[in-house]
């Protein structure tokens, strides 16, 4: 098994994880990145309010999302270059509930992505005084940046782990994490609600 996976960064508008409003993805085959690509999103009706805290941070603006396309309509876009691969972010929590929350608010079925964490790989790779996404894509040798855009946040986590795979000898990313004692993580099983009488 080679080390193929796709990485991959959200902003959000506001405090909402469906508020998806720019997503980056980047593309692993073999340890080598082979496509990137990443695109504003208009955020899900009653998510898209931008807040002044996270304008501040990655700067987007609501102008330079309108003419961008939804999330029901850019999804399967998305979809389609993730494939089947594991899904690796930075605090990877986050960008996981970011595509299931805005999924369910748009009516969408979110495939069953597994996924890492490259935050949880770095600290288990490296020693530094921080894990913060910048600090850790430096150790891994991918410094100067922009943090913050979607983009060069998932090119960043995608070096992480291709470095960290070097180091630890493992050929693909469920070796990884069994060499640092990681698990690749699975969605949980939605159980159907029974009907109560």
């Given at each position: 098994m080679p080390l193929d996976f796709t990485a991959i960064d959200f902003e959000t508008a506001n405090s909402s994880?469906?508020?998806a409003c720019s997503v980056g993805l980047v593309r692993v085959r073999d340890g080598e990145v082979v496509a990137t690509t990443g695109w504003l999103i208009q955020p899900p009706a009653g998510h898209d309010e931008f807040q002044e805290w996270n304008v501040r941070i990655h700067g987007i603006r609501p102008e330079d999302v309108y003419s961008a396309e939804t999330w029901s309509e850019q999804?399967?876009?998305l979809c389609d270059f993730a494939g089947?691969?594991?899904l690796v972010a930075h605090n990877a929590g986050f960008d996981l509930n970011v595509l299931r929350r805005a999924s369910e608010a748009t009516g969408e079925v979110c495939p069953p992505y597994r996924s890492l964490c490259s935050l949880q790989v770095a600290r288990k790779t490296?020693?530094?005084d921080s894990y913060r996404l910048p600090v850790a894509a430096a150790a891994a040798g991918f410094a100067e940046f922009s943090h913050h855009d979607a983009l060069a946040d998932a090119r960043a986590c995608a070096q992480i782990v291709i470095d960290s795979a070097w180091r630890a000898g493992a050929a693909d990313v469920d070796a990884l994490a069994d060499a640092l004692?990681?698990?690749v993580t699975t969605p949980p099983v939605a159980v159907p609600e029974r009907a109560v009488a």
């Open positions: 994880p469906a508020s999804f399967d876009r089947a691969d594991v490296y020693q530094l004692g990681l698990r």
